[in-house]
């Protein structure tokens, strides 16, 4: 767990449990679901269940240092907020791989959507679908 990340959960009176660092360091690298991040924290000596993980979960996208990201496909799957800036993601449909998309996309989307809507934009998403290279040369 970053020193950053520390900072914000004792500053909210959390504690620093390692099933709140390994929940953390299962999604370092990609967005993971709940259930994958399960797995991945039980191969480790921590015991934990399902119920544990989602609820640090909860708690971390309450303190804003993990965003969920839900690409409509009924699972949501969670990211490390702090070291992103705001990006996008392509999804391969063929073998799950996640990969960020930065996009010069600016305000120049929401000042668009606003328009059209009357809505004071607050944020979107915009996630991407297709083959990731290493399925399209399988
Ligand atoms: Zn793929
Ligand atoms: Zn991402
Ligand atoms: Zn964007």
Do not use: W
């Not at 496909?73 to 907020?81: N, S, V």
């Not at 073998?95 to 944020?123: M, P």
């Amino acid at each position: 767990m970053d020193e950053n990340n520390k900072k914000i959960l004792k500053e909210g009176g959390y504690r620093i449990t390692p099933q709140r660092t390994q929940v953390l360091c299962a999604i370092s690298t990609n967005p993971q679901s709940v259930e994958e991040i399960y797995e991945t924290v039980s191969q480790g000596t921590i015991k934990t269940d399902l119920a544990s993980v989602y609820r640090a979960l909860t708690l971390f996208v309450k303190l804003k240092l993990v965003q969920a990201v839900n690409f409509g496909d009924g699972k949501d799957r969670y990211e490390i907020l702090n070291t992103h800036k705001h990006h996008h993601h392509a999804l391969c449909t063929r073998c799950g791989k996640i990969t960020d998309v930065e996009l010069q996309d600016g305000k120049k989307l929401e000042r668009e959507a606003s328009k059209k809507t009357n809505y004071r934009i607050t944020g979107h998403s915009l996630e991407f679908f297709g083959i990731c290279h290493n399925c399209c040369n399988a």
